[in-house]
């Protein structure tokens, strides 16, 4: 893999990523959105980013993957992907997480605020013994209809109100020592994190495809107040996939 910007030639995408710095701020964690566009900015095909997506991609998506304590993702990704829990990862990557501390996987929080999963989804069903269940964020009043099924799956922690507060829940994912998190969609989490002011770094993956239409997801579900100042750090470039890493200007 070629990094092109800074030009720096060949390198390790391993490392690049493994060694930059991520930390946590005061009352909340490091969070990265990691997402892959088309070219004409969607974030799917026929409803999934795999059809996005390409050995490149999918090798730089289990890299970021290995540097978060919490993945934090949208229940609608969640059921489109047929979300499992995450490899553990080998080699560099986990001597990389070693040397941070952090436990052999990365734990998955989703954000229901109906709590409508399945769970029986491979998700919840193939944890592993040994791994702290997955989290569920939502809202009281879905506890109180569904919350028992969960709970031999899950560890759900309920907000009282109509509306989820994102900044409530990194607060919360903190306290469960989730320094740095990654979060992987979809649109309607995305924007908020974005419109409440919340992502310290974007790491988008360019596919060389465009889909057109109108149908297909963006990467934000709604518009913000105002454009969210950024600078670009870093481009890499494989199999003419760009892989870019913006950190947000404070």
Request: aromatic share 8%; charged share 25%.
């Amino acid at each position: 893999m070629k990094q092109i910007f800074p030009d720096e030639g060949e390198v390790d995408p391993i490392s690049v990523y493994n060694n930059d710095a991520r930390q946590p701020l005061k009352s909340r964690p490091w969070v990265l959105l990691n997402m892959v566009n088309s070219i004409d900015g969607f974030i799917s095909f026929e409803g999934r980013a795999g059809g996005l997506s390409g050995p490149a991609d999918k090798s730089i998506y289990q890299i970021i993957r290995g540097l978060a304590d919490i993945i934090l993702v949208g229940a609608g990704t969640v059921r489109a992907e047929n979300y499992r829990p995450p490899r553990t990862p080998e080699g560099a990557l986990a001597e990389f997480r070693e040397s941070r501390g952090q436990q052999k996987r990365p734990r998955i929080a989703v954000v229901s605020g109906e709590l409508n999963l399945d769970p029986e989804m491979g998700l919840f069903s193939e944890n592993l013994p040994e791994d702290k269940p997955p989290l569920i964020y939502t809202k009281s009043g879905s506890v109180e209809k569904n919350g028992s099924n969960f709970s031999s799956f899950a560890e759900v922690i309920d907000f009282p109100g109509e509306e989820l507060d994102i900044s409530k829940i990194l607060e919360d994912i903190l306290k469960q020592n989730g320094k740095i998190v990654v979060c992987e969609g979809g649109p309607t989490l995305n924007s908020k994190l974005l419109t409440a002011g919340l992502i310290d770094e974007f790491c988008l993956s360019i596919s060389p495809r465009a889909v057109g239409g109108e149908t297909f997801p963006l990467l934000l579900e709604q518009a913000v107040d105002s454009p969210t100042e950024l600078s670009l750090d870093r481009v890499l470039f494989e199999d003419e996939f760009l892989f870019c890493r913006y950190l947000t200007i404070r």
